[in-house]
C-alpha cells in the first residue's frame, strides 16, 4: 500500500504542474533488438529492450523502492514462440529524493528476455511486438508507454545480428541465477537478517544487497555486511510496513570475485 499511495500523490503532483513546458515525448526511447537475424526453428533466441532515459530523468527497477512503479513488458508472441524465465534486469541504482530512497535507472537501461522456439509450428518469420510501461521522474513524475516490434527471419541457417556482441557483453554482465539451498533469513523486531550460507564458488566478498521483494525493509537504512568464510551475514532495518514476512526472500547479491572484479547473482532464500 506505501508504494501505491505514494505513486498516486506523487502523479497527482505532477499533472498540477504545466508540462508543456517540456516535451514529454522525448524523456524515453525505446527500441528494440535481438541477437539473431535468422533462426532455425527449435532454437533459442535473446530480445534486449533498450529505453534511453532523458539527463537528470529516471525509471523504475523491479523493486522501485520507496516510492514510484516497476517497469513493466508485456509480450506479444507468435504460436510456437515462448518466454525462457524473466527478464534480466541491470544492477539497479539507488536514487535518493526528499529522503526517500528509490531503486531505479538513469540514462540508458537494458531489459533482456530469453525466448525458445517449438519445432513442432511451422514459421516463415517471427514476430515480436514489446508493449513497455514505465513512470518516468524528477521533481515530477509522468507514467508513459510505448511498443515496439521486431521480425526475425526462419530459415535453414542461423545467423547472428549486428547487436549479438552487444546483447551478448550484456548478459556477461547481468547478474547470474543461483539456487541457494542453505542460506535463510530471520526477522526480529526491527532488523532483518540474512544468512549466506552457500554462495557461487568465485565469490570472495560480498559487497551490497537489494531486496528484491517490496515492502521488506527501510530502503534508506544502511546495509550492514559481516563477511566470513565461505559465508556472509547481511542486517537490514526492517520497514514499519513489514507486517508479515513472507515464507521467501528475492534477492540481488553484489560481490568481488577472487580477482576482485564486481559480479553479482540472483538468488531466493527461504524463512527458517
Not at 539507488?94 to 525466448?115: A, C, P, T
Request: overall charge negative; some cysteine; charged content about 25%.
Amino acid at each position: 500500500m506505501k508504494n501505491i499511495a505514494l505513486t498516486i500523490i506523487t502523479i497527482m503532483f505532477a499533472f498540477c504542474h504545466n508540462l508543456s513546458a517540456e516535451n514529454t515525448d522525448e524523456l524515453v526511447d525505446l527500441s528494440i533488438y535481438s541477437n539473431v537475424k535468422q533462426l532455425q526453428i527449435g532454437s533459442d533466441f535473446y530480445i534486449a529492450i533498450k529505453l534511453s532515459v532523458a539527463d537528470e530523468w529516471h525509471i523504475y527497477w523491479k523493486n522501485p523502492g520507496d516510492s514510484g512503479l516497476p517497469t513493466e513488458v508485456k509480450w506479444t508472441l507468435p504460436k510456437g514462440v515462448e518466454k525462457v524465465g524473466g527478464l534480466k534486469w541491470q544492477i539497479p541504482e539507488r536514487i535518493e529524493w526528499s529522503g526517500m530512497v528509490n531503486y531505479g535507472f538513469e540514462h540508458d537501461v537494458y531489459l533482456i528476455q530469453k525466448f525458445k522456439t517449438s519445432r513442432v509450428v511451422d514459421l516463415q518469420s517471427i514476430d515480436i511486438t514489446a508493449d513497455v510501461s514505465w513512470l518516468i521522474c524528477k521533481e515530477k513524475c509522468i507514467p508513459q508507454n510505448d511498443k515496439a516490434s521486431i521480425k526475425i527471419e526462419v530459415g535453414e541457417m542461423f545467423e547472428k545480428s549486428s547487436e549479438n556482441k552487444m546483447i551478448q557483453d550484456l548478459l556477461a554482465k547481468a547478474p547470474k541465477t543461483f539456487k541457494a539451498v542453505k542460506s535463510n533469513f530471520k526477522a526480529g523486531k526491527e532488523k532483518l537478517e540474512i544468512r549466506l550460507l552457500d554462495m557461487p564458488n568465485d565469490v570472495a566478498e560480498v559487497t551490497d544487497l537489494f531486496v528484491v521483494t517490496d515492502e521488506i525493509v527501510e530502503n534508506n537504512s544502511k546495509v550492514e555486511i559481516k563477511n566470513n568464510s565461505n559465508s556472509a551475514v547481511v542486517e537490514l532495518k526492517l520497514s514499519p510496513y513489514a507486517s508479515d514476512m513472507p515464507a521467501e526472500l528475492e534477492l540481488l547479491v553484489l560481490y568481488k570475485d577472487k580477482n576482485g572484479s564486481p559480479k553479482s547473482y540472483e538468488t531466493i532464500i527461504s524463512n527458517k
